[in-house]
């Protein structure tokens, strides 16, 4: 499975867009990227999907290069209910194949106002 | 709201004993996976079950295991708990192949 690194932490100020960039070396050509969000006591949240260019929903924007060794999480003008841990997750989604996906340590994300 | 409901969602527990903890899959979902989640790390992954057998499991050892029934649902049952067991357990839904939708965890203590 592809080893995901990621900063252990960000602060940002209300109202910034923030982008938090995730580096997946090793990912295999079956992998897809996909950005979670957690907050405490509560379990991980879907955020955004992707495989390659860039996939933009109504809450995130996610940006992988041609060569998908990294992907960025972008989420503009961030809130205080913004300030969450944000994982990225690289792992086979195709449909047959099972999930078994590999969280890191995430992205601690503080919004400060 | 993900429609993925486990109960309990507290319990403590002493070194020793065996615990079972269950999880309610979203309507129309077919997959359910189960997670470990220490203080300050992210989820691990445990297992995976697709219409009631295992196809998926991390490294976890075998007192961990789990059931998943006709309807979907799922229970997870730790034997032996240990006090390194002591974590936020989730479990996940989804269509095979499709994203996960997670519970809100059953935080279990053993002492």
């Known amino acids: 499975l592809a080893k995901t690194t990621q900063p252990i932490s960000m602060d940002s100020y209300e109202g910034q867009e923030v982008n938090i960039t995730c580096s997946h070396n090793n990912i295999a050509t079956n992998d897809y990227i996909t950005w979670y969000q957690q907050f405490p006591s509560q379990g991980p949240r879907f955020i955004i999907q992707?495989?390659?260019t860039k996939v933009t929903n109504e809450v995130a924007s996610l940006f992988i290069p041609a060569d998908r060794k990294s992907s960025t999480l972008s989420l503009p003008r961030v809130s205080l209910s913004d300030t969450a841990v944000y994982y990225c997750?690289?792992?086979?989604?195709?449909?047959?194949?099972?999930?078994?996906?590999?969280f890191g340590t995430g992205t601690k994300l503080q919004v400060i106002p | 709201e993900t429609g993925v409901t486990q109960s309990p969602t507290h319990l403590i527990k002493t070194r020793g004993q065996q615990v079972t903890l269950r999880c309610s899959s979203q309507s129309g979902h077919n997959t359910v996976s189960w997670y470990q989640q220490a203080l300050g790390q992210g989820p691990q992954f445990i297992f995976q079950?697709?219409?009631?057998?295992?196809?998926g499991r991390g490294n976890f050892p075998p007192r961990f295991s789990g059931l998943q029934f006709p309807n979907y649902s799922s229970e997870l049952n730790v034997n032996a708990l240990e006090l390194d067991d002591s974590a936020l357990y989730l479990c996940?839904?989804?269509?095979?192949?499709?994203?996960?939708?997670f519970g809100s965890g059953t935080q279990l203590s053993v002492l």
């Open positions: 996940a839904s989804s269509s095979l192949g499709e994203k996960l939708f």
């Open positions: 079950y697709y219409r009631e057998e295992e196809n």
């Open positions: 992707g495989y390659k």
């Open positions: 997750l690289v792992g086979d989604f195709l449909p047959g194949g099972y999930q078994k996906v590999t």
